[in-house]
Each structure stands twice: as C-alpha cells, then as structure tokens.
C-alpha cells in the first residue's frame, strides 16, 4: 500500500487541455519524429486508464528518407482529424503521442475500455480508404510508452 499515492480527478470531471510538444530522436537509428501531448502529464498513470492503445498506419507515399511526402502529409491531416474526432473526443480516450518514424505513423493513446477502442476503431477504419489502419492494445498501468517519448 503506498501512503502517499497520488489524487486522481474522477474521469468525467476531467478538464484537459492539450498542450503539444515536438522533438526528434532516434529509432533503430533513424529519424523520428515526436509529437507529445504535455496536457497529460499530471493524470499520466490514471487508474481509469490501463490500457495503451496503439494506431499505426503504414505510409504509402514517402520520401528518401521514409517520411511522408506532402500528398501524404495532406491525407494524413485527414486521417488525423478523424482520430482526433471519433477517438479521443471525449475522456474515454486520450490521444498521448504521435510518432512518425520511416515508413510508419503511429498514435498513442489511453483507454479504460478495450471494447470500446475495437468498436470506435472498426468505425474509423472502415471510414478510412486510402491507408490499412493496424490496432495494438496492451496494459500500461504506468503509462510507460507515454512517458517513454516525453522530451525532456
């Protein structure tokens, strides 16, 4: 039993308000981009929220380097308003971390639900034409993945 455990606001009192930070690093050696939602920081490892949901999404048209070209870039605005939209509107999911690195775009977020990810996930995907949609849902009590891509 930890004596001093942290306060968790209830989920639906939640106000959280997303504030998005941008670094690079190194994955295998190569470029990758970061984009981390510094909002989450003070509920990061939120009891309601054990679940890590990953949403990759291979690149179809890309550069030299693996990145997205701009006609990519364009669609993948789409895609991610969308994921923005029908999967983290509301306190059930929380969109933590966006990774590009070669060849792949992957979302990160946080659920309480599994169920509930399939469900809203098999809507996105199938309002989704022009890319394959992969899901990945693992425990993460501690929100390592999310802390893991947090800029120092």
């Not at 029908?86 to 306190?91: Q, T």
Request: no cysteine; net charge neutral; aromatic share 10%.
């Amino acid at each position: 039993m930890k004596l001093f455990a942290k306060k968790y606001p209830p989920k639906n009192e939640m106000k959280i308000v997303e504030k998005w930070a941008i670094a690079t690093g190194r994955m295998n050696n190569s470029l990758m981009f970061i984009r981390f939602n510094q909002g989450l920081r003070e509920i990061a490892g939120h009891p309601d929220y054990p679940f890590q949901v990953g949403i990759a999404i291979p690149l179809e048209d890309m550069n030299e380097h693996g990145m997205p070209t701009r006609l990519e870039q364009k669609l993948f605005n789409d895609i991610e308003n969308k994921i923005f939209d029908e999967l983290a509107g509301d306190n059930e999911l929380l969109l933590a971390n966006i990774l590009t690195f070669p060849g792949v775009r992957e979302f990160s977020l946080y659920a309480g639900d599994p169920k509930l990810v399939e469900a809203r996930f098999m809507e996105l995907r199938n309002s989704i034409s022009s890319h394959e949609l992969q899901l990945s849902i693992q425990v993460d009590k501690d929100w390592k993945v999310y802390k893991g891509f947090s800029p120092k």
